[in-house]
């Protein structure tokens, strides 16, 4: 059974930074795009990062894709030996402050419906 358990999320001062973390089980995800995306009280899940196995032992350069509101501040990166993705989320600010989701698919994407699997989520709050 495939699963994506995400931790690191918590209450952040806006400036601050925090690293989420995404470990799968269940199947090898070496051939597989890892992303993250978010969703806002009252707002649709929205892309925030996503990052494509490079063939090497850490997911590493490569293919990335960041949404533009992330762009400079976060960066997604990923160790394959440990079936482990991470989110490195710097000079936060109080919009980013939303449920943060990890996923798995086939193929790099932006759109949710390119994810097969999908962890249950953790919080992230941004005080102003």
């Known amino acids: 059974q495939v699963q994506l358990v995400e931790s690191g999320g918590g209450l952040v001062q806006a400036g601050g930074s925090l690293r989420l973390s995404c470990a799968a089980s269940g199947r090898t995800f070496s051939n597989y795009a890892m992303a993250w995306f978010r969703q806002a009280p009252g707002k649709e899940r929205e892309f925030v990062a996503a990052?494509?196995?490079?063939?090497?032992?850490?997911?590493?350069?490569?293919?990335?894709r960041y949404a533009d509101s992330v762009k400079g501040r976060f960066t997604i990166s990923g160790e394959i030996a440990k079936n482990t993705v991470y989110l490195q989320m710097n000079s936060l600010k109080p919009e980013d402050t939303a449920v943060y989701y990890c996923a798995a698919g086939p193929r790099i994407a932006t759109i949710r419906t390119s994810y097969n699997y999908w962890g249950q989520g953790t919080q992230v709050t941004v005080s102003s």
């Open positions: 990052i494509n196995w490079s063939g090497g032992i850490n997911w590493s350069g490569g293919n990335r």
